[in-house]
């Protein structure tokens, strides 16, 4: 499905991705973690367009993605649930899911998609009137993953979508996003918390200082002496 070879990217002369590679196959979940300033979220500005890279190849399903504006992407089907959510706190439930069906091929199933929305999120359709601001962080979340539903992704991105929940919405949220997967959502996470990541995918990538430094599935990397020292904080 995804496929980035040799990215090289940055902000102006600041280098943060070097010489990146990774493949996302159809119906995979692939977690990319790493510790904070690895280069997560540059690399999924880059798949997203927000950043051009200066050397390397992105292709979707064999379409290549690296000279494409950002609407131009999310036409190709990579729908993107920032970090911190970006909600609209002013417009109600239903108006933020709206903006996420914007695109032509989503809006012709947009009843469609609502409807697969409240049954996958049932307390959205509940308070669908209710301002989105007014949300607990959890349910805010959730609406932001909602909202990208809404333009029939793909490829689903998710950056840091744990960040500032308590343990037990983390545990939901996750639950949640496997069963998504399950449905047939391709989906390329990217965690802080490597255990987390790495538990919840198929396969994965860490990403040290803007590079690849390890990478396989979930077992392997789970069971990596390196893996267990770095991020588990267990020496073997």
Known sequence: MLEIENITAGYGPLLVLRDISIQVNNKEIVAVVGANCAGKSTLLKVITGLIRPSQGNMRLNGSNLALLEPHEIVDQGIVMVPEGRQLFPEMTVEENLLVGSHISRARLQRDINFERVYSFFPFLKERRKQISGTLSGGQ?????IARALMGEPKLLLLDEISQGLSPLLVRDLYKQLLELNQQG???????????????????????????????????ELMSNPNIKTAYFGVAE
């Open 140 to 144: 805010q979340q959730m609406l932001a």
């Open 185 to 219: 959502i391709t989906i390329l996470l990217v965690e802080q918390s490597a255990k987390l990541g790495i538990d919840s995918s198929h396969r994965a990538y860490v990403l040290t200082q803007g590079k690849i430094t390890l990478s396989g599935n979930r077992d």
